[in-house]
């Protein structure tokens, strides 16, 4: 028969995931087959703890010469396999009774029984455990999301602040050379003219130190003063750029979002563990008084 997958694989993959691998060897079939073999061998390889082994169907392997025989086969053909063959090797028979056949074999399947309900109690109590810890952990990851996202927010603030500063620095030296120029008394009419006497008067005021200064320089040193100072306006500018890069931060609409996660964690999620909890702990009493 074809499947439209590698089934060595998925039996593989199953193993992987499960909290216990039964193999069962069929007394009538061909459960000694090289391809079995080599799956259980490598699932051994892996999870040799997980895995069980039984002869089912031991009710029909004929008499008890019979099944002793089968066992013998079953085990030597394992123990040719050195993973399979380890210490502690337990071959347990299984079989559905049936009160109209009555047979002489030892029936293990009530130890089975109990090794999946004990395998379930554990997996459960597991799962249980690791629910309040993923919670926990959620809680935790959405706390540090907002604080990082706060703190983001504030060194943001901090830079755009220095960023502006610097900025309006850079644009402002050059733009106090040009009025300084046009202020003078070579270029006064031309400032005049376009802002008008009386203010034309107050900037010259204010300005004063800085047209004593300018024309107490000589005329050779006034090009180099002006280049450096567009030099200096130009790397504030850079430097304003750089400060001005924001960090990525979270909107409201994310923020809340998170914030309603968390919440929903802490009053639904963790609750609803806590009612499975009690659950699971009323059914095991129930069960242990049966």
Aim: aromatic share 8%.
């Amino acid at each position: 028969m074809n499947y439209p997958f590698d089934v060595d694989k998925a039996i593989k993959f199953l193993g992987s995931i499960s909290d216990l691998i039964f193999v069962f060897f069929d007394p009538i079939g061909q459960a000694l087959r090289k391809r079995t073999l080599n799956v259980v061998e490598s699932l051994s390889a892996k999870y040799g703890e997980k895995i069980k082994l039984f002869l089912s169907k031991a009710d029909e392997a004929g008499n008890e010469t019979d099944r002793q025989k089968v066992l013998m086969q079953i085990v030597q053909e394992l123990c040719k396999r050195p993973v399979l063959n380890r210490a502690g090797f337990d071959l347990s028979t299984i079989y559905i009774p049936n009160p109209n056949k009555p047979v002489r074999c030892a029936n293990q399947i009530e130890e089975v029984c109990k090794e999946i309900e004990k395998t379930i109690n554990r997996t459960v109590q597991h799962t249980l455990n690791a629910l309040e810890t993923d919670c926990t952990r959620i809680e935790n990851e959405i706390t540090n999301i907002i604080k990082r996202n706060d703190q983001s927010r504030s060194e943001n603030l901090k830079s755009s602040g220095k960023g502006v500063i610097l900025g309006l620095i850079g644009i402002m030296l050059p733009v106090l050379v040009i009025v300084g120029f046009l202020a003078s008394s070579n270029s006064g009419k031309i400032l005049s003219s376009i802002l008008g006497h009386s203010t034309t008067e107050a900037l010259k005021f204010y300005l004063n130190p800085f047209l004593i200064i300018w024309e107490s320089l000589p005329e050779d040193c006034h090009l180099f003063i002006v280049i450096f100072i567009i030099i200096v306006s130009v790397l504030l500018l850079i430097l304003a750029q750089w400060h001005i890069r924001l960090q990525p931060t979270l909107s409201r609409k994310q923020k809340n979002a998170l914030l309603e996660k968390a919440e929903y964690v802490q009053t639904i999620i963790k609750n609803r563990k806590r009612q499975l909890y009690d659950e699971y702990l009323r059914q095991s009493v129930a069960d242990h008084e049966l």
